[in-house]
C-alpha cells in the first residue's frame, strides 16, 4: 500500500470521456480524489479511476489518458447525464449482485460510490461507506439507492436476504457466503 513518501503515478486508461452533465464537483476536486484513491491503495482494478477520469474535461483529463488521444476523441457528442448513468448502473449492480459476479460487482459499487460522489451527494457515500461489502456488495448498493432514491426491487426475497449480508438462499452454492 502506498504512503505518503510514494511517487503518485497516473494510470493511462483508454477511456473516453461520457459524463457531462450534473458533476457537482469542479475539475480540481475531481483531480484530488483521483489521486487519493490512487494513494490509498483500493481501487485495485481502476474502476473509481475511470468513472472520476470520465467527468473531467480534456485538459484536466490528459494526464490520466493514453498520449494518442486527442481532444477531438475527448468529445461530447454521445454524453450521458451522470443521474442517468448513475441510475443505470445502479440496475446493472442488481444484475450483477444477483449473479454472483465478484468483479463486476466490485466495479458496481466503485462506479456508484463516486458517481454519487460526482453529483455532490456526500450523503450517498457517507451511506454507501457505512454498509458492509457482504455478498457482492449488496449493502452497499442499497446503501447509495435507497440515499439517492432509487427503488429497491420489491418482493425479491434474494436481493433483500443479500442487502442483509445473508446468502441469497439457503445452502446458495453460487458463491454466497464463500
Known amino acids: 500500500m502506498p504512503n505518503a513518501s510514494t511517487r503518485w503515478v497516473p494510470l493511462r486508461w483508454p477511456v473516453r470521456r461520457c459524463v457531462v452533465r450534473n458533476v457537482a464537483r469542479t475539475p480540481a476536486d475531481i483531480v484530488a480524489r483521483i489521486k487519493d484513491a490512487a494513494a490509498s491503495g483500493d481501487d485495485v482494478f481502476g474502476f473509481r479511476h475511470e468513472a472520476l477520469v470520465s467527468a473531467l474535461d480534456f485538459d484536466h483529463a490528459q494526464p490520466y489518458l493514453q498520449e494518442t488521444l486527442t481532444p477531438a476523441d475527448w468529445t461530447d457528442e454521445e454524453a450521458l447525464d451522470l443521474v442517468e448513468m448513475a441510475t443505470n448502473y445502479f440496475n446493472f449492480a442488481l444484475q450483477k449482485i444477483l449473479s454472483h459476479r465478484g468483479i463486476s460487482s466490485i466495479r458496481s459499487v466503485g462506479k456508484l460510490r463516486e458517481y454519487a460522489w460526482l453529483m455532490g451527494r456526500d450523503d450517498a457515500v457517507a451511506a454507501m461507506d457505512a ?13 447509495v439507492g435507497v440515499a439517492l432514491g432509487y427503488p429497491w426491487p420489491a418482493g425479491d426475497a434474494r436481493l433483500e436476504r443479500m442487502a442483509a449480508g445473508q446468502e441469497c438462499r439457503a445452502g446458495c452454492r453460487d458463491g454466497c457466503g464463500r
Open 131 to 143: 454498509a458492509p461489502y457482504e455478498q457482492y456488495g449488496a449493502p452497499k448498493v442499497k446503501g
